[in-house]
Nanobody, 124 residues
Framework: QVQLAESGGGLLQAGGSLRLSCAVSGRTFSNYAMGWFRQASGKEREFVAAITRSGGSTVSADSVKGRFTITRDNAKNTVYLQMNNLEPEDTAVYYC?????????????????WGQGTQVTVSS
């Protein structure tokens, strides 16, 4: 079993920056591709960014390209989401997810394990 624990959420003003972390335990972290998703109140969960097992390749949603960056540190069993120039539309609960098959993908049904989420609120 894989456990994921997000941290780093908070309340901030538009234009600010935040870094989310997701600590993974229970299995070999480098065996999993990782993804970040978010869900705003009253909306469906949506893909944010994903990274391959090695960290050599990433993919991100058009809405966050140029503002958000996903990285991972396999020595620390942690994946990060650096969020810059935040907008009120980025307000959501952010979830990290682990995927046992290869490839960084945007499809949530391909992810096997999920964290509990961390709230990010951006005020205008």
């Amino acid at each position: 079993q894989v456990q994921l624990a997000e941290s780093g959420g908070g309340l901030l003003q538009a234009g600010g920056s935040l870094r989310l972390s997701c600590a993974v335990s229970g299995r070999t972290f480098s065996n999993y591709a990782m993804g970040w998703f978010r869900q705003a109140s009253g909306k469906e969960r949506e893909f944010v960014a994903a990274i391959t097992r090695s960290g050599g390749s990433t993919v991100s949603a058009d809405s966050v390209k140029g503002r958000f960056t996903i990285t991972r540190d396999n020595a620390k069993n942690t994946v990060y989401l650096q969020m810059n120039n935040l907008e009120p539309e980025d307000t959501a609960v952010y979830y990290c997810a682990a995927k046992s098959t290869q490839g960084a993908t945007k499809w949530d049904w391909e992810y096997d394990y999920w964290g509990q989420g961390t709230q990010v609120t951006v005020s205008s």
